[in-house]
């Protein structure tokens, strides 16, 4: 079956305006995370869907990032008046129940150029 | 809290030569998963080999193995027979059972020489 996908692929903004990342997970799978890899760093967990219950949003670094997922699938992560240092890839995976036995599955990622 | 740490930020190896890739965390946990992920060009992060803390055998997948040190805290990871498909960024990661956010290293960029 398909994979994660996300959209776009690439995206150019100007600093102080909103952006909507988003991802489909692959079908079946109850929970969906998101990351942010900057420029040769590692991945930094975002959020965490887990079926209908309440997200983890522990890793959302300011009250300008959000994310919803609808009808337990699509997601999207939303940046309000971008920042150059929100520059970087957007990651999404999603995985069967998000038990720790459970591997992750990435998308392609969307990278993020706030100029 | 948890830490990961991959302290060769690039590797290079001649192809089909064997190379290992180093990786160290730390954790009081006793129950726990590591993987190891690989990052393309393409973006896509792959896994490529997991390992349940709780089995003392090494895991091992085609030209893939890891030496798994629960005692040091040591999770590296050796490829075999390399080949130019194997270049990409690898990426050591940690994950605290019954939780779900993956602790992830820096990495390591691996050159494959032809």
């Known amino acids: 079956g398909a994979g994660v996908s996300q959209s776009p692929s690439n995206k150019v903004t100007e600093k102080g305006k909103d952006v909507e990342l988003r991802c489909d997970p692959i079908?079946?799978?109850?929970?969906l995370y998101w990351y942010r890899q900057s420029l040769g760093q590692g991945l930094e967990f975002l959020i965490y869907f887990q079926g209908n219950s309440a997200p983890d949003k522990s890793g959302l670094p300011s009250d300008r990032f959000s994310a919803e997922r609808t009808g337990g699938s699509v997601s999207t992560l939303t940046i309000q008046r971008t920042q150059q240092e929100d520059s970087a890839v957007y990651l999404c995976?999603?995985?069967?129940?998000?038990?720790?036995?459970?591997?992750?599955?990435f998308g392609p990622g969307t990278r993020l150029t706030v100029l | 809290a948890q830490t990961v740490t991959q302290s060769q930020p690039e590797m290079s190896v001649q192809e089909a030569e064997t190379v290992t890739l180093s990786c160290t965390y730390d954790?009081?946990?006793?129950?726990?998963?590591l993987f190891w992920y690989k990052q393309p060009p393409s973006r896509q992060m792959i896994l490529v080999i997991r390992q349940e803390a709780y089995k003392q055998q090494n895991a091992t997948e085609n030209r893939f193995s890891v030496n798994f040190q629960k005692a040091a805290k040591s999770f590296s990871l050796k490829i075999s027979d390399s080949q130019l498909g194997d270049a990409a960024m690898y990426f050591c990661?940690?994950?605290?059972?019954?939780?779900?956010?993956?602790?992830w290293g820096a990495g390591t960029k691996l050159i494959i020489k032809p």
């Open positions: 995976a999603s995985s069967f129940d998000g038990l720790g036995e459970d591997t992750q599955y």
């Open positions: 954790t009081s946990e006793s129950d726990y998963y």
């Open positions: 990661a940690f994950l605290r059972n019954s939780n779900y956010q993956l602790i």
């Open positions: 079908s079946g799978h109850t929970a």
